[in-house]
């Protein structure tokens, strides 16, 4: 029975493998990982650049802990990460490296772009709702509600780790009705995503 129940397991991994493969999904992954990594290496060179050269950024991120309230703070990233991201995550993070409580507001920061994924998944929900503004979010995300439809959970696993606009990826789950429970699930990658890049930002500032 075990031998059997080890062989049906192996058979479905090696099926799932077999489907990924065929559908492109390695490849995806593949060049979406060399896209993020130049962002992040110019945004790393960028910060040692002016570091060195235009400002002390140590200390511009201490005067704006000091400036700003850190509810300001993390409700403005909260508001960019349920809209598409348009802010990068790692200013913020970056900030929290300076904060009085690092871990803290870095798991706040993880939490705020978590919840803010769950806000973008309804409102892909509610856009399913309202014929023409679902029409017109179709063309222009048909390729990402494409692959979400395909590859469902391991799209938002991808989402949620690389430097990919996981609003973007939440809103296409929201809009293919992607089951909530297994969303929320596979979403929580977003906090291995921050305490990852924290490793790296918080030694350079």
Sequence with gaps: MKKDA?????SRIRLLHQYYSYTGFYSFVWKSVKKAILPIVLFVAAL??????????????????????????????FASESLLGLIPPELFIAWS???SSPILYLSLLALASYLGG??????????????AVHEAIEVKMA???KNT??????LIIVGALLPIPFAMTSIAAGIIKFPFPSYLMFGLLRFVRFYLY????FEMV
């Design 143 to 145: 390729q990402h509600i």
């Design 48 to 77: 040692w650049a002016i570091d060195r050269w235009v400002l002390d950024i140590e200390q511009m991120l201490v005067t704006v802990t000091e400036t700003y309230s850190p509810l300001g703070i993390i409700s403005v990233f």
């Design 118 to 131: 769950v806000i973008s998944y309804f409102i892909g929900r509610w856009m399913t709702k309202i014929p």
């Design 149 to 154: 439809r395909k590859w469902g959970g391991f």
């Design 6 to 10: 080890k062989s049906k397991k192996k």
């Design 97 to 99: 490296g300076k904060s």
């Design 198 to 201: 924290a490793l790296v930002i």
